[in-house]
């Protein structure tokens, strides 16, 4: 049974910083690219970041230059190291896993999804 288990989420004052994590189980997890998505309330779902199996990292154009994406496929686990929080940041962070992906940025192309932690940004 393949698992994605978000953590790392919780308050953080405008200009801070938040590490989550993603840990995998139940999958190969060095054959699939792996992406984070967030869905802030009465929004639709927005991609921010994938890192592919071969380690090539995308960004949405709101987080480039103040999230970073990275993977350890010994630990099978998917981080995302976020700066300069913005209270816009402020949403449901959802990890996924993709094994066949023609556009990183499409949500629907990814196969497994986690059940999200809450990022929130405020004074």
């Known amino acids: 049974q393949v698992q994605l288990v978000e953590s790392g989420g919780g308050l953080v004052q405008p200009g801070g910083s938040l590490r989550l994590s993603c840990a995998t189980s139940?999958?190969?997890?060095?054959?699939?690219?792996m992406g984070w998505f967030r869905q802030a309330a009465g929004k639709e779902r927005e991609f921010v970041a994938t890192?592919?199996?071969?380690?090539?990292?995308y960004y949405a154009d709101s987080v480039k230059g103040r999230f970073t994406i990275s993977r350890d496929n010994a630990k099978n686990t998917v981080y995302l190291q976020m700066n300069s929080l913005k209270p816009e940041d402020t949403a449901v962070y959802y990890c996924?896993?993709?094994?066949?992906?023609?556009?990183?940025?499409?949500?629907?192309?990814?196969?497994?999804w986690g059940q999200g932690t809450q990022v929130t940004v405020s004074s």
């Open positions: 996924a896993a993709g094994l066949y992906i023609v556009s990183m940025s499409r949500g629907s192309e990814y196969l497994y």
């Open positions: 139940g999958l190969t997890f060095s054959s699939y690219h």
């Open positions: 890192v592919s199996r071969r380690d090539n990292t």
